[in-house]
C-alpha cells in the first residue's frame, strides 16, 4: 500500500464538496513535499552569489535547474560529487569533535519516524497512506461533516516525519543513563536527516500546500544538573563557535547571538553572514526538564541521575547544526575573487575556492604533461595507487584525452578548491623530479617522485602524503645545514649535465671549500603568508 507525504490536492477536492477556508485551516493541516527546485526569479542575487552558485554547478558541488537564494538557505538541491565530498568531511569532523574527542557523549541512531501519539504539534510534516484518501474521492455520498471526521481520524493514525533529532535522544535518555551510573552530566550525538514544513505564503506549492525541507541535522543533546545547565549552555556557545571559526578563512563571518524557537523559547544560536544576510546555522537551547518529563508521561523516578551526593532530574541542553547550511557556508567564506591578466592580456575573474585542508574534497590533483604518454601515464597510476593507500582524495586528471594548457589546469583545480597540484613530465622521466604546486600560496616546487612512492624508500613526500590526508598544509621549510650541503655537493659527479635548477655538476663541487657560496645556494623559499 502506497504512502504519499500530503503531496494531494485536497484543497481543490473539498472546494468542490463546498467545505470552506475555515473549516479547512482550523481541523486540518496540510503539509505537502516540495521538490529540491524553486520557481522563484534569480534576478534579485547579488553578483558573488551568481558567481558562486555557477562555480559550484560547473564544478559539481550542487546541482539543480534552477538554484535560488531560497534553495541555497533551506537546502532545496543535490549534491554533485565535489559536494557530497565536502560535507561528509564537514560531517566527519563535526563527529569528531562532539562526539570522538570529548568524554561522556555516545552516539545513538533513532528512526525517521514518530507515530502519531509521540507528537501533538500540528506543524509536523505527517506520512499517510493513499488509499485512505481514495476513499473520499470515491465515495460521493459523504458529506462535510463526514469528510472533515475521515481526514481527522487519517492524521490521528498517520506517522509524523520527525522535525529535529531531539525527540530521540530524549527517548534514549533512560536507557543511556545507565551507561555512566547514573552520573550527570552526560551527552547523546546524533546526525540524520529531518523534515521542517516552510509557510504557505513564501513558498507555493501546485497544491497551495506547505513546502517540506529536508535537511541533514547535527545533534548534541547534552543532560546536565539544574544548577549548572546555564554554565554549560555557555560553554557550548564559546565552543561550537570557536570549532566553525576554525575551519574559516574568515572566522568574524560566524558569529554568535539571541535566538527565539517558533515556541518562544530563548538561547542562542551561531551565524554565518550570507551576502544577504545572517542565517543561523546552529541553536542552542536551554530546554530544562520540560520536554524529558512529558517524554515520560511525568515519572520522576526513573529519570533522576546523580550531581555530586544529590539525585536530579536533569535539564536539557540542545546543540542543533544545519550541516547542509555549513557546507553553503563554508563554500561562501571560502570563494576569493580576484582580477588578473590571461596569457593574451585580457582582463579575467580569477576563482578559487580556499576550503580548509580538512574540508577540501580533493586534497591531489595529478596530471600529466608533455613526455611519452604511455610512460607517464604508468608513473601517474603509480602515484595514484600511493595517495589512495594512504586515504588520500586524489582528482585523476591524467585520464583526460584532450590536452589542455597547464593555466587552464591551474583554473579549473582552483575552482575545486584542490590544495596540491602534481605534474608528471618528461622531466620525471629523466630526473625523478615532479612539479608541485600549493593552490594557497602559488608556490611551485620540485619534488623527487621516489620519495612519494611506496615502492621506493620514504622521504619528504611520503611526510606530505600524512600531511594531505590528515588536512594540515605544510608550510615548513627544511633546513639544511653546511656540512650537510657539503656532503651533498661531494657526491656530484662533476661530468654529469646540468640538472632542471639548470647549475653543472663542477659548479656545485668547487663551492664545497667555499661556506658563503653554499648558502647562496641554499637561499630559502618565500615564507607562505
Known sequence: ?????????????????????????QDWQVFGHGSRKCN?????LSGFTETLIELCQSRHFITGDIITEDALINGWYNYGHLGMELKKNLTSKWWDSVVLSREQVFGVMTPHTLMGSQCSDNRSVRLMETAALQVLLNNKDLTKEEIVALLKDSLEE?????????????????????????KLPF?????????????????????????????????????????????????????RLLWWRKFAK????????????????????????????????????????????????????????????????????????????????????SLQLTEKLDSKLRDNQKKVL?????????????????????????????????????????????????HTSLEHLIMKYDEMGVIFTIVIND?????????????????????HISEGNPDFPPGLMDHRFDTWRDGVLDTTIPTVTASEARSAFLKVNPRKAKGPDGVPGHALGSCVDNGGCVRRHLQPLPTPP
Not at 15 to 20: E, F, G, T
Not at 163 to 182: F, K
Not at 435 to 441: G, P, V
Open 40 to 44: 522563484k526569479s534569480t534576478a534579485g
Open 427 to 447: 622531466t620525471t622521466l629523466e630526473s625523478g623530479l615532479v612539479q608541485l604546486r600549493n593552490r594557497d600560496t602559488a608556490i611551485k616546487e620540485l619534488a
Open 187 to 239: 551527552g547523546l550525538a546524533e546526525i540524520g536527516v529531518c523534515y521542517q514544513p516552510f509557510p504557505t505564503g513564501k513558498y507555493p506549492t501546485v497544491c497551495n500546500a506547505v513546502r517540506t525541507g529536508e535537511l541533514d541535522m547535527a545533534s548534541l543533546v547534552w543532560f546536565s544538573s539544574p544548577r549548572t545547565s546555564s554554565q554549560w549552555l555557555d560553554y557550548w556557545v564559546r565552543q
Open 158 to 182: 498517520s506517522i509524523i516525519l520527525r522535525s529535529n533529532l531531539l525527540q530521540g535522544a530524549i527517548q534514549e535518555y533512560t536507557r543511556s543513563l545507565n551507561l555512566v551510573n547514573r
Open 1 to 25: 500500500m502506497g504512502l504519499i507525504i500530503m503531496n494531494f490536492p485536497v484543497r481543490s477536492f473539498l472546494k468542490k464538496w463546498k467545505v470552506s477556508n475555515k473549516v479547512f485551516q
Open 354 to 402: 580556499k576550503l580548509h585542508p580538512s574540508l577540501a574534497p580533493v586534497k591531489v590533483g595529478l596530471e600529466m604533461g608533455k613526455g611519452p604518454t604511455v610512460e607517464l601515464r604508468q608513473v601517474c597510476e603509480g602515484l595514484f595507487r600511493g595517495m589512495l593507500e594512504k586515504r588520500i582524495t586524489v582528482w585523476p586528471g591524467y585520464l583526460e584525452t584532450m
Open 250 to 333: 574568515n572566522p568574524s563571518s560566524f558569529t554568535a547571538g539571541d535566538f527565539q524557537d517558533i515556541d518562544g523559547t530563548k538561547g542562542s544560536a551561531l551565524y554565518f553572514n550570507f551576502p544577504w544576510g545572517k542565517e543561523p546555522i546552529e541553536k542552542l537551547l536551554n530546554l530544562g526538564d520540560k520536554e524529558l518529563v512529558l517524554e515520560h508521561h511525568g515519572n520522576k523516578t526513573n529519570l533522576k541521575g546523580r550531581d555530586g551526593r544529590k539525585t536530579v532530574v536533569p535539564h536539557v541542553v540542545s546543540v542543533s547544526g544545519n550541516l547542509d547550511r555549513g557546507v553553503m557556508a563554508f563554500l561562501f567564506d
